[in-house]
T-cell receptor, first 115, second 112 residues
Framework: GAGVSQSPSNKVTEKGKDVELRCDPI?????LYWYRQSLGQGLEFLIY????????KSGLPSDRFSAERTGGSVSTLTIQRTQQEDSAVYLC?????????????FGPGTRLTVL | SQKIEQNSEALNIQEGKTATLTCNYT??????LQWYRQDPGRGPVFLLL?????KEKRKERLKVTFDTTLKQSLFHITASQPADSATYLC???????????FGSGTKLNVKP
């Protein structure tokens, strides 16, 4: 079956521009996560959606970052006024339920480069 | 917040040997701990989950242990193969199950 998909796979932008990253989770998965992975580093938790509950946004690094999940399915991560330090791979994952108790299925990621 | 430590140095072993990777955490003990494999340019892939009331979990050539007293999990790959070469990440959930923390991973190199 279809896994988690993300688009675009690569995004090059200029400093100061806004970008939108998209995640299509596995159908029926109630939980969706966004992570950021800088070169050679581990995954940094950004935000978590679970069903219709308010998302946990405490991992977002600044107010330039926002995310939404429409209809409990597709999610968009928006970065406004991008900075060079935003350059990283942004990974999305979905799971059947609560973090930890269920395995997470990851997408291939979006590689963001801010010039 | 939770801090997770994995050996940042690559682990180099000979094919056929057992690889042992370590994951240490501070603060509270999570209800669940997971291990993932990540290949270059790819997203992590789930391998095993172990619960706090489980001491050990096995899946084929993989074994995970969970010691809540030591605040440590060990990940073993027996009869290692070059195809096992990858970065292995441990991950655990926050007490409210909202956040999920990953270690920075340990790179395993299995030489033929």
């Amino acid at each position: 079956g279809a896994g988690v998909s993300q688009s675009p796979s690569n995004k090059v932008t200029e400093k100061g521009k806004d970008v939108e990253l998209r995640c299509d989770p596995i159908s029926g998965h109630t939980a969706l996560y966004w992570y950021r992975q800088s070169l050679g580093q581990g995954l940094e938790f950004l935000i978590y959606f679970q069903g219709n509950s308010a998302p946990d946004k405490s991992g977002l690094p600044s107010d330039r970052f926002s995310a939404e999940r429409t209809g409990g399915s597709v999610s968009t991560l928006t970065i406004q006024r991008t900075q060079q330090e935003d350059s990283a791979v942004y990974l999305c994952a979905s799971s059947s339920g609560l973090a930890g108790e269920y395995e997470q299925f990851f997408g291939p990621g979006t590689r963001l480069t801010v010039l | 917040s939770q801090k997770i430590e994995q050996n940042s140095e690559a682990l180099n072993i000979q094919e056929g040997k057992t690889a042992t990777l370590t994951c240490n955490y501070t603060n509270y003990s999570p209800a669940y701990l997971q291990w993932y494999r990540q290949d270059p340019g790819r997203g992590p892939v789930f391998l095993l989950l172990i619960r706090e009331n489980e001491k050990e979990k096995r899946k084929e050539r993989l074994k995970v242990t969970f010691d809540t007293t030591l605040k440590q999990s060990l990940f073993h790959i027996t009869a290692s193969q070059p195809a096992d070469s990858a970065t292995y990440l441990c991950a655990l959930g926050a007490s409210n199950f909202n956040k999920f923390y990953f270690g920075s991973g340990t790179k395993l190199n299995v030489k033929p």
